[in-house]
């Protein structure tokens, strides 16, 4: 398969009120039959939005601890794969798997002897039981070739044995103050259990591969989940850089007590690069939202008008 060649524009980039209006949720569009047929073909859910087909692979079936917190599944352990349509009626696809590390080669494995790529491979946390690793994996062709192209390795996913329940953490009771924290970030959040997560997408960025637009849905965003109560939260989560944000958005969170995880490309071929990181923090969850805002901010400045 051809190397992956992106090109992006930029255009102007607007956090808050703006952002958070085009960021509202709409009804669903109902899912074309061509993209029906991917979610029987690998037997999963997913759903259509912002032209792409978003299939969702959450790992329920772990039990992970993160540095002593029992962090629920939306945490940040729902693996993904999404397609969108590029020239010539053929899709693109992209996509991050959450696994353990005895699935790690075994599913590379598959990936690369369907024909598909795989762009990254990286850690999320640190202090994670059982450890897991995020792979990122890449390809185009028509919308059946590519469901099948995958499956072989989604069917991989959950069957390895793994260190699940091994380790022991304290889960946190309580609410939060999800309006105060939209309010603080300034883009709306999404409910999923006891998870809030902020997805803010790179607006000043037109990213394009083969045609297909690749938006926040594809993965070109930045987002935070937050779990637990006012006083008592942890905040994880992922920045999408230019890389003259990198350093800037490092000093943003560092200095407001976020420890940085890791540094890395989810995708290749890009130019300008794109550079994303992940981040983790303990607190409560305002002084949490105050850091991720100065990460963000970071974002698109000197193209803003």
Not at 41 to 54: P, Y
Not at 88 to 97: I, S
Request: aromatic share 6%; glycine share 10%.
């Amino acid at each position: 398969m051809p190397r992956m060649r992106t090109f992006i524009t930029l255009v102007p980039m607007f956090i808050g009120v703006a952002s958070a209006a085009a960021q509202t949720p709409a009804t669903a569009p109902q899912i074309p039959a061509e993209y029906a047929a991917v979610l029987q073909t690998v037997g999963r859910q997913g759903d259509f939005k912002d032209n792409v087909l978003k299939v969702n692979i959450p790992r329920n079936d772990l039990k992970v601890v993160v540095d002593g917190v029992s962090t629920p599944t939306p945490f940040g352990f729902g693996g993904w794969f999404a397609l969108t349509k590029g020239d010539h009626a053929m899709d693109v696809m992209m996509g991050d798997l959450v696994l353990t590390e005895t699935e790690v080669n075994p599913v590379m494995s598959a990936v690369l002897g369907n024909g598909l790529e795989v762009t990254a491979l990286h850690n999320h946390f640190f202090f994670d039981t059982p450890r897991i690793f995020y792979m990122h994996v890449h390809g185009h062709g028509t919308t059946a070739d590519l469901a099948n192209k995958i499956k072989p390795a989604l069917d991989l996913i959950g069957k390895s044995p793994s260190a699940a329940g091994a380790a022991a953490g304290r889960a946190i009771d309580g609410k939060l103050d999800t309006e105060s924290l939209s309010k603080t970030i300034g883009s709306p959040g999404e409910q999923n259990g006891a998870v809030y997560k902020i997805t803010v997408g790179r607006s000043d960025v037109t990213l394009k591969e083969s045609g297909a637009t690749i938006n926040s849905r594809m993965g070109l965003n930045t987002w935070a989940a937050f779990y637990g109560s006012d006083a008592d939260a942890v905040v994880a989560g992922d920045v999408a850089m230019l890389d003259a944000e990198v350093t800037p958005v490092l000093k943003a969170l560092r200095a407001n007590g976020i420890d940085v995880v890791a540094i890395h490309h989810h995708m290749i071929g890009t130019q300008p690069n794109i550079t994303f990181l992940h981040y983790w923090g303990k607190g409560s969850a305002q002084k949490l939202a105050i850091g991720v805002r100065a990460a963000v901010d970071q974002l698109g400045k000197g193209r803003r008008r």
